[in-house]
């Protein structure tokens, strides 16, 4: 029997959701395929990546999963990790703003106000800044443009003072971008689609996200999730779950090349690998260095991508002397500081960190302060434990610290981003039938989206090679 080879260059969760769907659907439709995954590195995983030390289980990327996004829950109960989640603690989170904490308040979705009650009691902004955020209730809605940036939308609707102080803290920190270059359409739709149907976007959230149900319990659960023995636990379990020598690491595709019959992928060590479609789940910009002979890539080019470092720390309690009742701070845009957030990861994720011990982990890396990435451990330890003192008493150094750099590791989805990304797919369907572009530089950066987004990948090649 002559099989067909799909090749999916990229071994982070997308590549490896994608190879997963996709020997799940050959084996059930008995699919004469063969999948290989084609990986750069030494390692699968991409952003996602666990260490063990010391009794702490630290995570150098991602520290959770949203429990409400569908993809990532179906595909936990499909690998059958459901005995092994465990769920965030709840508790207060803080802004910093102009070198003082305040709670984030409860009646907001993603730091936009639910209701009134909780913009006219917040101590974010001022008294002058809640009336130009009420605004919102009578302005008219926008008109029709083709795309905006998130901030031109909030500062339009709510003001500057709320964007600055509550907004862009939350938007800006997941996508470590700037809010006055991403994209409305490509990043938070749902909100222009709110203001265009109920005149409001206060009012359309308090339609459609009404005040969930007060729990009874005592520590209800958290929104996130993750695993007993940290995030990679997916990763770890999706690669136990593909066939035998699927799988390819420290190999990278240096160029692909039609043929008549399919693609030829030249790889680094001199093979070539044959495939009759090709699944490209690599950031964006490493996709024209592989397809150098086609112009349509070239936009990817300019794609910005931003880089980010995080910094661990582990101190003994005794070491803390002003503790702070919560899970976490953002630190807005008006502050004098250079971390962008700092996570209690002991009060987050208890089961993380020993009896006794207390774990932060803090963020670097604002779109211009790109600097400070490049600095050294040192440098970047000292920097983070000065910013720190600020709010909280800390009177000893760390017993160690963990910092992992992620260098052009946050694709930048700017104003115009769909229109480009539909283009290049028109563009690469017409020319390069059968090749597929897809992950965090597209459709979604966060690991729900890049599962959806490999799912689909999965079923689009199936039908591609059916056809």
């Given at each position: 029997m002559k099989y067909k080879n799909i090749v999916i260059v990229g071994?982070?969760?997308?590549?490896?959701?994608?190879?997963?769907?996709?020997?799940?659907?050959i084996k059930e439709q008995r699919l004469p395929y063969k999948v290989r995954v084609v990986e750069a590195s030494h390692r699968l995983g991409g952003k996602i990546k666990t260490m063990k030390r010391d009794g702490f289980t630290i995570e150098q990327g991602p520290d959770s999963l949203l429990a409400r996004k569908q993809p990532v829950v179906k595909l936990v109960d499909e690998l059958g990790l459901q005995d092994q989640v465990i769920r965030n603690a709840t508790g207060q989170s803080y802004i910093l703003v102009k070198n003082k904490l305040h709670q984030i308040p409860k009646g907001t979705f993603m730091g936009i106000p639910k209701n009134i009650r909780p913009l006219l009691s917040s101590n974010l902004i001022s008294a002058k800044g809640k009336r130009k955020a009420l605004m919102d209730l009578i302005l008219p809605r926008g008109k029709e443009t083709a795309d905006q940036s998130l901030g031109t939308f909030f500062r339009r609707r709510f003001g500057n003072e709320l964007l600055v102080n509550q907004i862009d803290p939350l938007l800006s920190g997941i996508h470590s971008g700037d809010i006055d270059e991403l994209s409305?359409?490509?990043?938070?739709?749902?909100?222009?689609?709110?203001?265009?149907?109920?005149?409001?976007?206060?009012?359309?959230?308090?339609?459609?996200?009404?005040?969930?149900?007060?729990?009874?319990?005592?520590?209800?659960?958290?929104?996130?999730?993750?695993?007993?023995?940290?995030?990679?636990?997916?990763?770890?379990?999706?690669?136990?779950?593909?066939?035998?020598?699927?799988?390819?690491?420290?190999?990278?595709?240096?160029?692909?090349e039609k043929k008549d019959y399919g693609y030829h992928l030249l790889l680094s060590n001199g093979e070539v690998e044959k495939a009759d479609a090709v699944i490209m789940a690599t950031p964006h910009f490493t996709v024209p260095q592989m397809f150098s002979q086609y112009d349509f890539f070239k936009p990817l080019e300019s794609m910005p991508a931003t880089s980010t470092a995080n910094v661990v720390l582990a101190f003994d309690q005794s070491a803390i002397k002003k503790d702070i009742d919560g899970t976490g701070f953002l630190v807005?845009?008006?502050?004098?500081?250079?971390?962008?957030?700092?996570?209690?990861?002991?009060?987050?994720w208890p089961t993380t960190t020993p009896d006794g011990k207390v774990l932060l982990r803090c963020y670097v890396g604002r779109p211009n302060d790109q600097s400070v990435v490049d600095m050294s451990d040192a440098e970047l330890t000292e920097m983070v434990l000065k910013d720190?003192?600020?709010?909280?008493?800390?009177?000893?150094?760390?017993?160690?610290s963990v910092i992992?750099?992620?260098?052009?590791?946050?694709?930048?989805?700017?104003?115009?981003?769909?229109?480009?990304?539909?283009a290049i797919r028109n563009q690469t369907r017409t020319h390069l039938p059968g090749v597929i572009l897809?992950?965090?530089?597209?459709?979604g950066v966060g690991i729900p989206d890049c599962i959806d987004q490999g799912e689909k990948s999965a079923r689009e090649v199936v039908e591609f090679l059916q056809r």
């Open positions: 071994g982070g969760i997308t590549g490896l959701t994608a190879a997963y769907y996709l020997q799940k659907e409305l359409k490509a990043t938070y739709p749902i909100f222009h689609q709110l203001e265009q149907e109920y005149g409001s976007v206060l009012k359309g959230l308090k339609k459609t996200m009404p005040e969930p149900a007060k729990s009874k319990e005592k520590n209800p659960t958290g929104a996130f999730f993750s695993f007993e023995n940290g995030l990679e636990t997916l990763i770890d379990s999706l690669a136990e779950n593909l066939d035998e020598g699927t799988v390819t690491v420290n190999h990278a595709v240096d160029h692909v807005s845009r008006s502050s004098d500081y250079r971390i962008t957030a700092c996570t209690w990861t002991h009060k987050k720190l003192r600020k709010t909280m008493k800390i009177k000893s150094v760390p017993e160690f992992t750099r992620w260098k052009d590791a946050r694709p930048q989805y700017t104003v115009g981003h769909l229109e480009r990304i539909t897809t992950g965090s530089s597209y459709d």
